[in-house]
Structures are given as structure tokens and as C-alpha cells.
Nanobody, 126 residues
Framework: QGVLVESGGGSVQPGGSLRLSCAAP????????MGWFRQAPGRGREAVAA????????YYADSVRGRSSISRDNRARTVHLQLDSLRPEDTAMYYC???????????????????WGQGTQVTVSS
């Protein structure tokens, strides 16, 4: 078990960028696949991006593909999500998640992840 702590959220104008970070100091990072999810008011939690244990495989939701990038630093036990060309529809609480089953099955499924952070708010508006 471990704790995930997100940071980097904020308010930006459309077209702006944010870099979200997730610190996992108590997680044996190299054995965990990591993901970013988001949840807007009144909507379910949805996958944004995911990365496998050594960063060789990634997943991106269609809604952010081409304007986002997920990366990880296992030595520092951090995962980052770069969001560019932000749109109002990207407004949501963004959550970091970790799974310890050592697989890459269903990386976009909420149920695949055992550990969750408290979230960081991203607001995109003019």
C-alpha cells in the first residue's frame, strides 16, 4: 500500500498548458502501472492516460491523444501528465492511480487500479 499525492492543477485559459505530477513515495514504483483519470461534475471517472511499469507502453484517451504526454521517473517515484492545448471540456478533478497486479490489462478501467490520490483540480476557462 502507499499514498499518491497529486499536484500541478490550476486555472488556465483555453489553449494553455499544465503539467500534473503524482508523487508515490511509499510505492515500489517499478512494480506499478500508473494512470491518470479525471472526473467532471455530474460525470463518471474516466481514464486520461496510463503508463506501464518501465514506460514502454502508454495509453491515451481519444479526447487527449496528441495533446498530452504521460511519463514516469521510477527513481524519483513520480509520474507526470503534460496537458497542452487545453479546452474547457478538460475541466475536471484529475486523479493519479496505481495498480500492483503487474499487468497491462485494461489500463483504462477504473477497477484495474488499487491506489488513488485525492486529486488536483484543472479548470479551463476564459
Amino acid at each position: 500500500q502507499g499514498v499518491l499525492v497529486e499536484s500541478g492543477g490550476g486555472s488556465v485559459q483555453p489553449g494553455g498548458s499544465l503539467r500534473l505530477s503524482c508523487a508515490a513515495p511509499e510505492v515500489t514504483a517499478s512494480s506499478y502501472c500508473m494512470g491518470w483519470f479525471r472526473q467532471a461534475p455530474g460525470r463518471g471517472r474516466e481514464a486520461v492516460a496510463a503508463i506501464n511499469t518501465f514506460g514502454h507502453s502508454t495509453y491515451y484517451a481519444d479526447s487527449v491523444r496528441g495533446r498530452s504526454s504521460i511519463s514516469r521517473d521510477n527513481r524519483a517515484r513520480t509520474v507526470h501528465l503534460q496537458l497542452d492545448s487545453l479546452r474547457p471540456e478538460d475541466t475536471a478533478m484529475y486523479y493519479c492511480a496505481a495498480r500492483d497486479d503487474g499487468t497491462w490489462l485494461e489500463p483504462a478501467s477504473v477497477g484495474s487500479y488499487q491506489l488513488w490520490g485525492q486529486g488536483t483540480q484543472v479548470t479551463v476557462s476564459s
